[in-house]
């Protein structure tokens, strides 16, 4: 039986769903919404004074749905079956979708003001919002025409949102032959993490011979939604699903440019890090996919909670004692629930609740140093919402590329601490698996980069099938993994395995991971360079996420996310890490 102080605290957002708070937000949100449209609707008077009211609704109607919305989703993440909370989720889905049109209603009326900037000027509320308001009018040019805007929301529903269901339908119902058991898949890739060799060569080939059940249905789904995803670009005015992609990521093609130039010029390290992990593995030319996850070196300390919160107080602290009682006050105040459980959904997640300045984190602690780092990962979410707190909702939109900045600081600050103190067989267990996750978000994201770009680009021509996806597939491993791999075990269904290809609203899903690892790196080695001096720019650099381009975010600590060199320096870091794995590798097997 779990203890209270290991559940999270949702008390401070309702008492139940019974309770006439909750009941009295849920329905006056339709007011909320008739008030918005009626003030929309008004005659034109003065043109300041109706963008004020109208934004100061809009705050209001944030933070309403702020609250609402954590208390039910937080809920269901750890009791999938409460009906309570079901039946409050369909409700506010339908509410979402009635407001939809109220925010590009704002966004017009700014883009069709006579003078913007004279109501900026004039007005203390506006100037507060003024870089929301200026994206919405910049951003006008992308609107879809008004009366065709609700029509395209509808059919998303048939189209793009449908075959993305169908997607995760096949994905979770699909059945495996392994070894005399039928499994999930999720079930059988997990296996790739499993000690023994003959344990993940099995699960790999039970996984590949799967998707013959799903390859069909799985290819029309991707096809349509990249589909999908050309038509609304051309009907926003983009000249390409990437730019569309890019301007909602506030980033530009340069960055990009810049970004995969440096990664190309470090994947021979990479691979040079599958070869060596091939070799302590007993394969002599490269890895085969189904060794890229294997454990290598000891399984390192278990931790219990209270050990994971002091390690996390003592190193974090390290950085600055602010982060170390942010963190204390997270598990006293019950910000985080705790252990896995049935009915609770896998993984972990930080959601902010902005009008509380609070963050609700949900993990599945078992006890590994991974654990202890995820519960460092998520914090550092947390502690980027304590960043932005106090900021109008219309402010604290962090776009894709930054939103890791802060978790992927505090997982670099907590290993680079625990490396300093640890013995040399742990040392291989913890740069190892550093380097397996760095290996995944630089090579294998490159790799989906590459795929994704040709799938948008054919699919002006015609719809590919099963045979030219498999095909595309293995091309673009071979462009990023090179020999790192072995030429006849690689993963011709990655593009059936990954369900960020099939997210309708969110294209090339893949170069934000790339982005984010490498620019919280780059963070940390700025931090490594100045010190407790860091500290202030770093929280103003958290804080800037949402009101600025990822391009002047990153400028305001003097780093130039357009030029190959930054990128160069933080994959510097990683490459110091791949020589002393090599070098410890080779040691340990002379012993
Ligand atoms: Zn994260």
């Known amino acids: 039986m779990e203890k209270q102080k290991d559940l999270w605290d949702l008390s401070y957002l309702y008492k139940s769903f019974e309770d006439e708070a909750f009941q009295g937000d849920m329905e006056s949100l339709k007011q909320d919404a008739a008030a918005i449209k009626a003030l929309l609707e008004a005659a034109d ?18 933070a309403k749905v702020d609250r609402l919305s954590n208390y039910i989703s937080c809920t269901l993440a750890v009791d999938a079956t ?3 909370a079901g039946l409050a989720d369909d409700q506010l889905m339908a509410a979402f979708t009635a407001l939809t049109p109220l925010y590009s209603g704002i966004a017009r ?12 000027a004039s007005s203390k509320e506006l100037q507060k919002v003024a870089f929301a308001l200026r994206e919405m009018k910049e951003n006008a040019a992308h609107l879809i025409p008004e009366n065709l805007e609700p029509w395209i929301l509808e059919m998303k529903l048939s189209g793009g949102n449908a075959f993305s269901q169908l997607r995760d339908k096949l994905d979770s119902t699909l059945l495996v032959d392994y070894r005399e058991e039928k499994l999930p898949l999720a079930a059988v890739r997990g296996k ?30 991707l ?34 440019d810049a970004l995969w130039t440096a990664v190309k010029e470090y994947l021979p390290d990479f691979r040079r890090y599958l070869k060596a992990k091939g070799k302590m593995l007993g394969h002599a030319e490269g890895l085969p996919f189904w060794d890229l996850f294997a454990p290598v070196g000891q399984a390192s300390k278990v931790y219990t909670i209270e050990e994971a919160r002091e390690t996390l107080l003592r190193e974090m602290g390290k950085f600055t ?25 896998g993984g972990a997640f930080c959601s902010p609740v902005h009008f509380a300045d609070r963050s609700l984190v949900m993990t599945n602690f078992q006890g590994s140093f991974s654990d202890v780092s995820t519960l460092a990962h998520e914090l550092g979410h947390a502690w980027h919402n304590r960043c932005l707190a106090g900021l ?15 978790s992927i600081f505090n997982e670099t600050m907590l290993s680079y601490q625990v490396l300093q103190s640890c013995g040399k067989e742990e040392r291989l267990t913890l740069l190892e698996s550093g380097l397996m996750e760095a290996t995944q978000t630089v090579m294998d994201i490159y790799s989906r980069f590459l795929f994704e770009q040709e799938v948008v680009d054919t699919r002006a021509d015609h719809a590919m099938t099963v045979e030219e996806l498999k ?18 075990a690689r993963h011709p269904y990655m593009w059936a395995c990954k369900s960020h290809y099939y997210s309708s609203g969110y294209n090339f899903y893949n170069f934000p991971y790339a982005f984010g690892l490498l620019f919280g790196k780059g963070v940390f080695a700025q931090y490594l360079e100045k010190g407790e001096a860091f500290v202030e720019d770093y929280c103003r650099l958290l804080r800037l996420c949402g009101s600025a381009s990822v391009a002047d975010v990153a400028a305001s600590v003097g780093i130039d996310v357009r030029k190959p060199d930054f990128w160069r320096s933080s994959l510097e870091v990683i490459k110091k890490d791949i020589d002393e794995f090599c070098a410890l590798g080779g040691a340990l097997s002379q012993e």
């Open 45 to 62: 008077g003065d043109e300041t004074a109706k963008l004020e009211k109208l934004m100061t609704a809009r705050e209001a109607l944030d």
């Open 82 to 84: 409460n009906q309570a």
């Open 109 to 120: 009326f700014v883009a069709g003001m006579k003078d913007l900037e004279g109501a900026i």
């Open 192 to 221: 790739a993490y499993n000690p023994d060799p003959a344990v993940r060569k099995d699960a790999y080939d039970a996984e590949i011979a799967s998707y013959a059940k799903i390859e069909l249905p799985m290819s029309y789904c």
């Open 223 to 256: 096809n349509s939604i990249k589909m999908e995803a050309r038509t609304l670009a051309k009907a926003k005015g983009f000249s390409s699903v990437l730019e569309m992609t890019l301007h909602d990521s506030r980033m530009d093609q340069e960055t990009l």
């Open 321 to 345: 004692p602010r982060m170390a009682e942010f963190m204390d006050n997270a598990f006293a105040q019950r910000w985080i629930d705790i252990y896995p459980r049935p009915g609770k959904t």
């Open 392 to 406: 109008p909702y219309a402010l604290i939109d962090t776009p894709m590329p930054l939103a890791e900045t802060a």
């Open 471 to 488: 095909d595309a597939m293995l091309r673009a491993q071979e462009a990023s993994y090179g020999d790192g791999l072995q030429k006849d």
